[in-house]
């Protein structure tokens, strides 16, 4: 991940501080936080990504002075139309500092009947997708400890937990429309799997607790999810993730070997969540 796509994510957070309560920070910069400060790691990096995915509640309370709409256009920021729904999907897009980024909020979906786009603030338009409320309501504190935010003050910020990341991920990946959206996904659940050992305990015991307290058929869905794409080297995740390798990732395995691997991972995986119970 190049220095600039780092310095545009914290000027982005820098811009959002008086939200920073309300707010969780998902999609790619999710694995980031977790490698560079949760275990903490420096020199790994996820895939390489301007876009800024912000997971917001679907009412959002005006702090100080300024809305989040009015926050992101004074910075340089502008808000365009990606759908034509009504109301419709906006993106905050714009160089910061000299930094091009990509912010979209999302919210969660109660039912199907509700509309697809929510407006969760004055201004503020919000994605309403179907099980963003694991990302809304499992969620930790880190302490990004080398940015700022004032004085000798560092920032805090909230992200999904691990468990919450790798659930929510294996169970919207399907309906992406674009393949190439739908390997990153299995690209993050891959690398957290692979990179982040000292988690897994916690990410277990999180998928248990999700099969308690969330619809039965939202774990069966996951599970069924991850043997389709993942049962042996011919299935069709395989290819995705391979897809999606950076070229400084694994540098001691071809692809035969990666390709061996990442089956070996999941099929680990996938033996530990299927002996959890119903």
């Not at 820098?14 to 949760?38: E, M, S, T």
């Not at 714009?94 to 004055?122: A, D, P, S, W, Y």
């Not at 919450?164 to 959206?181: E, H, Q, S, W």
Request: aromatic share 12%.
């Amino acid at each position: 991940m190049t220095d600039d796509f780092k310095k545009g994510f914290f000027t982005t957070l820098v811009i959002l501080k008086d939200y920073i309560p309300d707010i969780v920070i998902a999609g790619g910069w999710a694995p980031f936080i977790y490698y560079q400060y949760l275990l903490p790691n420096k020199n790994l990096n996820p895939l390489r990504t301007k876009d800024i995915d912000i997971v917001v509640p679907p009412k959002l309370k005006k702090i100080a002075d300024n809305t989040i709409d009015e926050l992101l256009i004074t910075a340089g920021l502008m808000p365009n139309f990606k759908s034509l729904h009504t109301p419709p999907v906006i993106h905050y897009e714009g160089n910061i500092e000299g930094c091009e980024v990509e912010i979209e909020f999302l919210t969660t979906r109660k039912n199907k009947k509700e509309n697809k786009v929510i407006i969760v603030q004055k201004g503020l338009h919000a994605q309403s997708l179907p099980f963003i409320a694991i990302l809304l309501e499992n969620t930790i504190w880190v302490k990004v400890d080398n940015v700022p935010c004032g004085g000798d003050e560092y920032f805090q910020i909230r992200v999904p937990t691990p468990g919450a990341y790798i659930f929510n991920k294996g169970l919207t990946f399907p309906r992406r429309i674009k393949r190439i959206k739908k390997a990153k996904d299995l690209y993050y659940i891959f690398d957290i799997l692979a990179n982040c050992q000292k988690l897994m305990p916690s990410v277990f015991n999180e998928l248990k607790n999700f099969n308690k307290n969330y619809p039965k058929n939202w774990f069966r869905r996951f599970i069924s999810n991850m043997k389709t794409y993942f049962a042996d080297e011919t299935s069709k995740g395989i290819d995705l993730i391979i897809s999606q390798r950076p070229e400084t990732a694994f540098p001691n395995m071809n692809e035969e070997q990666f390709k061996h691997y990442v089956v070996g991972v999941f099929q680990e995986f996938m033996n530990k969540i299927s002996s959890v119970p119903e």
